[in-house]
């Protein structure tokens, strides 16, 4: 399209038509009046009207036009399905808050590049009317000339429609791409326009703007076709939505990406997959800080009540959620799980989004209408997108709600208690553990048998025999010896693996399986007592462990069964794995060369046994054609089959103890950080919370000691910390919850340095120099089990 057969929409602001050059002589087809979107009121231009500096002029007009078209529409009973979500002949809405128990994200199989996505239509577009390199040479001369005109026009002509951004930054005008992977959009050429605008001048920011709103206008009925996704995935890279003054425009933008049916998310979805790190991580951080200052806003004027804008964070976080899915779909991720984290959301009310989420997530409604009338509100919760959580805050949440629970229990103890006029015994708040060392698995599993309705409650330990209250470190004692002898490779319940140094299953039968379920009670209680637990399961073993993450009403329901892959075979076994990934690989004859069939075996106490992995697997030969099916049921025998007993009672104990829907919260690997700790260590983190005792933080011992610590590599750290508290890795709450603490040891200097893994204490002899403490702490830590208690 010429700029002379351009005209503002009869739907744009006054300013964007002022805006518009004076030889604009063509007409348009003329519109249908457009119905407003959700208008925010008066409030809505607050932000806006600042005027100073590096911020946008005032944008009245703009809602003063919503309002316009708002008092048309009704008169005309307009069928705006946001507003009035009882009329007709509209599209339905998907719901902006989906359900967490249905994975709270779009799946991969859903979201794979072979769903039968419908064919949208490609318009006629105008004509391009630049290339990348005319915009870099105008943008130059217009720096040293000081004159704008020309990219000013560019800018003007390009954000005016969505038609026109896709002529200005469509690889090829003229071709149709039917392919959900690729956007057909030159991203250089948009980075290039995105980069260059925050140095343009203030006209020409406004202009863009100004654009924007115009074309959100037109555009409120939906998208028609792909070139209409496509411009919404170019104006969402828009950097000026930084900036607070842009969020009023900002969230209409979020408003109606969110509000797509699912078979339009899917091409976002994978488009935004398609992006650069550095451009993903820019997408999202910006989101994440526009819920944050929507939630604590520095300066509240700035935006609408927020009555009136109760939208703008569930619009932001169904967003989010797509970029969310389009980093699970890349291997590896693009960016961190972790960098969808939200700080601001640990300093709410965490249990009143829980209790929200609890009261309205089963919500199966099939259209939008019920979350965008404003009386139902209060049902959005931020569990529903549970990957902006912190790990620290759902830890949090699930201990509060196990404390609930555990309160609960209590008071009907009691009242059951008084109600038979007995008196009260406040022991009954605790879970008391009495055990002897020489029969110490034993004692355990028979004592958590019998109060296996109190492992809810806090965990107290008593060696029979031994005096002495638990203050927490016979609690961290009891842990550290039970863990040492079940996974001591003598007891046989576990294979430790040298190459991927974790522990798995073993494949072993016996008539017993009481002992694995004993584990995952201990793993659940380590959870709810803040216990960092010194194991080293697979990732893999975390992914079984939420599958399902509540557990099956129905008995007979398989657990611990989780689709597995090379990959996670390779966590455990890399060679095996390796073997698997030359056989999918190798070009000759599979039949011939390897003489293989769908049988495996293992060794079971000295006796070699068969197993099929298929009926009549052993008369079946591995081919060319059946080779992908034979590795995927053979990684599924080892992770899943054969040990499927062994898991099943490790998973009912862990779930005895944290069964609670607050699992549905986590990540596998959050379950893992949960029960193991952190691997990130920040000794300087350690040095400022360290407490002391006999020495002070400026003693020459103490300055030498983290010279030398905060110096070691990365392997004598963690051999440190090792030594000192039982584990390497780092409690969720970080090295302040270690309650690290240095003891003077009045002992001759010669002596090595002695650790209380259960009180997370170094007892340091008054060394001397730099070079003596070095030596004898390396001496220490590197010759040590790590558990030395006196």
Known sequence: MSEAGRV??????PEVAAAAPDERKGKEPEREKLPPIVSAGAGATAGLDRGSKGQISTFSSFVSTVNQKKEAAENRSSPTHLVFPNIKNVRDLPPICLDVRQKQRISTEASSSEMKAPVLPEPVLPNQPKTMKDFQEDTEKAKSSGDWKAVHDFYLTTFDSFPELNAAFKKDATTSFNTIEDSGINAKFVNAVYDALLNTPQDIQKTVLKGIINS???????????????????LLQNPQFNNTSTYVIYAHLLRQIATLVEADHHFLVHWFKKLSQKRFKQLVERLLQFISLRLFPAKPEEFPPITKCSWWIPSASKVLSLLNTANSLVHPPLIPYTDFYNSTLDHIDLMEEYHTWQSF??????????????????????????????????????????????ISIARQSLVDKVSR??????????LNMKVRRTHLVSDSLDELTRKRADLKKKLKVTFVGEAGLDMGGLTKEWFLLLIRQIFHPDYGMFTYHKDSHCHWFSSFKCDNYSEFRLVGILMGLAVYNSITLDIRFPPCCYKKLLSPPIIPSDQNTPVGICSVTTDDLCQIMPELAHGLSELLSYEGNVEEDFYSTFQVFQEEFGIIKSYNLKPGGDKIPVTNQNRKEYVQLYVDFLLNKSIYKQFAAFYYGFHSVCASNALMLLRPEEVEILVCGSPELDMHALQRSTQYDGYAKTDLTI????????GFPLDLQKKLLHFTTGSDRVPVG????????ISKNETSTNWLPVAHTCFNQLCLPPYKSKKDLKQKLIIGISNSEGFGLE
């Open 8 to 13: 503002p929409s009869p739907a744009a602001p």
């Open 216 to 234: 959100l206008l037109r555009e409120w009925k939906g998208p028609r076709t792909k070139d209409d996704l496509r411009a919404y995935f170019i």
């Open 421 to 430: 006029r007995q008196r009260p015994d406040m022991n009954m708040l605790f």
């Open 361 to 406: 997530g089963n919500s199966h409604s099939t259209s939008a209408s019920w979350f965008w009338c404003r009386p139902y509100f209060h049902r959005f919760s931020f569990c529903q997108y549970p990957f902006v959580i912190s790990i620290a805050a759902k830890k949090i949440i699930i201990q509060r709600d196990s404390e609930q629970q555990m």
């Open 703 to 710: 300055r030498y000691f983290w010279d030398v610590v905060l």
């Open 734 to 741: 970080g090295m302040a919850d270690l309650n690290f603490k």
